[in-house]
């Protein structure tokens, strides 16, 4: 069984811990003033006895927790009587609090404001703002430090309803150990932890950053599951408050250490207080406008050099963010070489919400990462085995051996009971006999195949499907898993149409010479015997086959081809990111009555021949700075800030000879505060003589589902060339324009706007007048530019996107043309 599954399950299932014994002390609740019943912002919240606190919110909200041993908290507020109350210890408590004036201290003040005086508080930020770049904890040119990273999961909003569910009757012996977040203020059980201790070496010239994870605990998890460890690592966790935008859930949200932060927030000196010999600042700061993506939080800064020594933040709850409810960031700086700012640690904390209507009563989930930093260098050369090491993220060979003792050393704290009792409550859970079927189902659901250990069947969604030339399609198919071989995948289906009562096939097999954490290498064989549609883009909706694309053609569905194909494929990625393949292909199209094969010289051979031809391709493909999710059959990328390059080059041999190259470049640019721009380019050349099906037949979509990489707007066999070029651009707006409407800013909606440009001729030697086949009817080159344009609503109940497409030329090829369509996809985005 794949352990990623597990962690799918163990989210969806909300298992399990232990006695919460010798807990962090936790609290929260709101100030107020006893006679106007207003919110008290910037009030003092501190452990008695400690200089453990915070202050109030805007809302007179705050909430705290401590690993000391505390039995009391004092609030205050300058002209009010402070207060101490007691808490409860290592446990949760909430603390609503209402504050008396204190009459003896209100002496007559008069107050004139000077209009021409600057604010003193903006004086502060601007100097944090001119010394952003001596301060940034990564100005150096080299740094290297050790780190040690816990990250856990948690269910929330447990209450008496859903312990009673028939469905989880079973696991009732896990809600004994439920707990409360301080942040949110709800019940929570905590099921999944995981710690990370890594080496991370970073250098700014050249521009390269590589991690050495030394030691991994996941609980639940066998000791070989690199894939899950690569992503619990320091570097998916990134990112830097003196950076202009911090990108959070696909969203730029400007930090309050923007360059033109003055422009977005609000800001508040509180306080003042010397510390380590240095006098520092309280400010707070909330936005101006509440749609805008910001934060609303606090930090202390320096008098002297303008440091931000810790801050603590969380996203405004109105920003247009899907399956958020509340996010908290928190970090900490350490004054290193009496010179140098540099992170002691970082706290992530996001409420996980599907529903954002009374997040009191709907199920949710509660991430925290916590990052602590240590023994910090400075400007030392990286070690030369790392420096040339092909990968970014590295994981030691005895990286899953590490005993108690050496936690125990290696935390910075002790865990928690509950924490330590996760590792302990799983194998229990996973004994429950009702809990397989639960795998079982909810993994068929997310991965589109049903595991019976060694062998896993489906997809579920090919296994009928419709066209006017197979009629009604059954399809049976499956592959082998990783419990059957980590180093070999077999895989396979059979299909047959009730229409042509023909049996359609393929089988396959590959053979991966990497381990888990090493480069891709791989070798396979695939053989089909299928139908396919000539043409298509590459949708994952519209595959052949796939039950959505037969419900949501539109027009007829006659245009497939029948094929025969054999590939031989060999794949090596000789750094991270960058990689080859190289495959030799033979393929065989056979003609139908649908699309004929007609020889130009023989008019009378209405269906054709079959098409045959032998080729070799070499694929290149670089995506620099990815982060990348390596699994035992699959690599996942996450995202890349950089243009992602493909290059194709193909020599055809045999009857058909000809040389082909296609190059894309894609990338998503952000276009922050007012979205992010995905783009493609994309050009190529056919040299020499191939008959049209081997022509590059330009992408079109003939269903109702919108499609980013086709031309929603054209038919398949519309438009083909053998010198062509293309450009693609989506802008997402996230939110942007709606924000500012006040009837729609609730509805969370997001603007898209589309367009795409092509352009393509057809060689003498290929055109319709001398090709060697005859083109069928309505397929012809471009004899001008194709433009196509859109506008869209995305984010429709946070999961479909209605695009609104015109068709800008070749609107009088033919009557049938479609020059205004609707289109609309399914999406899940933040």
């Known amino acids: 069984m794949n352990h990623i599954k597990h962690l799918l399950i163990y989210i969806i299932l909300a298992v399990a811990t232990v006695p919460a014994l010798a807990q962090p002390t936790k609290i929260r609740g709101t100030v107020i003033d006893a006679t106007t019943k207003e919110p008290i912002p910037f009030a003092s919240v501190v452990f008695v006895g400690t200089t453990i606190g915070a202050s109030t919110d805007f809302d007179g909200n705050y909430f705290l927790e401590t690993r000391e041993d505390v039995d009391s908290v004092e609030i205050s507020y300058i002209g009010y009587l402070e207060q101490i109350i007691p808490v409860n210890k290592h446990g949760f408590k909430t603390i609503n609090v209402a504050l008396q004036e204190n009459t003896a201290m209100l002496d007559e003040v008069v107050i004139v404001a000077d209009k021409h005086r600057e604010n003193p508080t903006h004086r502060i930020i601007r100097g944090i703002i001119a010394n952003k770049k001596r301060n940034n904890p990564e100005r150096s040119n080299s740094f290297q430090y050790d780190s040690y990273t816990k990250m856990e999961m948690s269910l929330t909003n447990i209450n008496e309803k859903f312990k009673k569910k028939k469905l989880l009757k079973d696991f009732n012996f896990v809600f004994d150990y439920v707990d409360t977040s301080a942040l949110t203020g709800k019940a929570y059980l905590p099921f999944m932890i995981s710690e990370t201790k890594s080496e991370v070496y970073h250098s700014n010239n050249p521009k390269l950053t590589k991690e050495i994870i030394k030691a991994n605990k996941i609980s639940g998890f066998d000791g070989d599951n690199a894939s899950v460890s690569q992503f619990t690592g320091q570097l998916y966790q990134d990112f830097n408050i003196y950076d202009n935008y911090i990108l959070l859930f696909e969203q730029g949200f400007i930090s309050p250490f923007n360059s033109s932060g003055l422009l977005f927030y609000k800001y508040y000196l509180t306080d003042s207080i010397q510390r380590d010999n240095k006098l520092q600042y309280n400010i707070s700061f909330q936005p101006k406008n509440p749609k805008d993506a910001t934060f609303t939080g606090e930090f202390w800064v320096t008098a002297d050099d303008f440091a931000v020594t810790s801050v603590k933040m969380r996203i405004n709850n109105k920003v247009n963010v899907n399956w958020v409810n509340d996010v908290m960031i928190s970090e900490e700086f350490n004054l290193m070489e009496d010179s140098i700012w540099f992170w002691k640690n970082r706290k992530l904390t996001v409420d996980f919400m599907l529903l954002k209507k009374d997040t009191t009563q709907h199920k949710g989930f509660l991430g925290t990462s916590t990052i602590h930093f240590d023994n910090v260098v400075f400007n030392k050369p990286m ?10 993220i590295l994981i030691d060979a005895e990286v899953y051996e590490k005993g108690d003792d050496y936690w125990d050393e290696a935390r910075p704290y002790e865990l928690s009971k509950s924490e330590k009792g996760i590792y302990e409550m799983v194998d229990s859970i996973k004994s429950v006999p009702i809990y397989q079927t639960y795998v079982d189902i909810i993994s068929t659901v997310l991965t589109g195949y049903y595991d019976f250990g060694d062998f896993e069947i489906g997809p579920y969604y090919k296994l009928l499907s419709f066209n006017d030339i197979e009629g009604t399609r059954f399809q049976f198919g499956g592959r082998t898993t990783s419990d059957f071989s980590s180093k070999i995948r077999l895989s396979g289906h059979l299909a047959y149409g009730t229409d042509d009562n023909e049996w359609k096939y393929g089988i396959g097999t590959l053979y991966k010479f990497s381990e888990k954490n090493d480069l891709w290498e791989s070798a396979s064989v695939n053989y089909t015997h299928d139908m396919e549609q000539l043409g298509k883009g590459s949708s994952p909706f519209l595959t052949a086959g796939n039950i959505l694309a037969s419900l949501l053609s539109r027009g007829d569905t006659d245009k497939l081809t029948l094929q025969n194909e054999l590939n031989l494929n060999y794949e090596k990625e000789w750094v991270e990111n960058f990689s080859t393949k190289l495959t030799f ?60 390059l493909n290059l194709k080059m193909a020599v055809g041999l045999g009857d058909y000879k000809y040389q082909k190259v296609d190059f894309l470049m894609e990338h998503t640019l952000p276009v922050y505060p007012i979205g992010h721009t995905y783009y493609t380019l994309r050009g190529g050349k056919i040299f020499g003589d191939a008959p049209f099906p081997l022509l590059h037949l330009h992408e079109g979509n003939e269903t109702y589902v919108y499609d980013t990489y086709a031309y929603n707007l054209m038919d398949y066999y519309e438009f083909a060339s053998d010198t062509y070029a293309s450009i693609g651009a989506e802008h997402h707006f996230m939110g942007f324009l709606f924000n500012k409407i006040p009837l729609l800013k609730k509805m969370n909606l997001r603007t898209v706007v589309t367009g795409k440009a092509l352009w393509g001729t057809l060689s003498d030697n290929n055109n319709r007048m001398n090709a060697p086949l005859l083109f069928p009817e309505g397929l012809s080159d471009l004899s001008k530019p194709y433009f196509e344009a859109g506008v869209g609503i995305e984010n429709i109940f946070k999961i479909a996107r209605i695009d609104a497409v015109w068709r800008l030329s070749h609107r009088d090829t033919r009557s049938d043309i479609d020059k205004f369509g609707i289109r609309a996809t399914l999406q899940l985005t933040f």
Not at 383 to 392: I, L, R, T, V, Y
Not at 615 to 644: G, Y
């Open 585 to 644: 292909r033979y393929k065989e199209l056979i003609p139908s009555d649908y699309v004929p094969f007609t020889p130009a010289n023989d008019v009378d051979n209405l269906i054709g021949e079959s098409i045959k031809t032998n080729e070799i391709e070499l694929s290149t493909r670089w995506s620099p700075r990815a982060k990348v999710i390596r699994r035992t059959f699959s690599r996942m990328q996450i995202t890349s800030s950089l243009p992602i």
């Open 383 to 392: 070690p030369e085995q790392f420096a040339k090491a092909k990968n970014n």
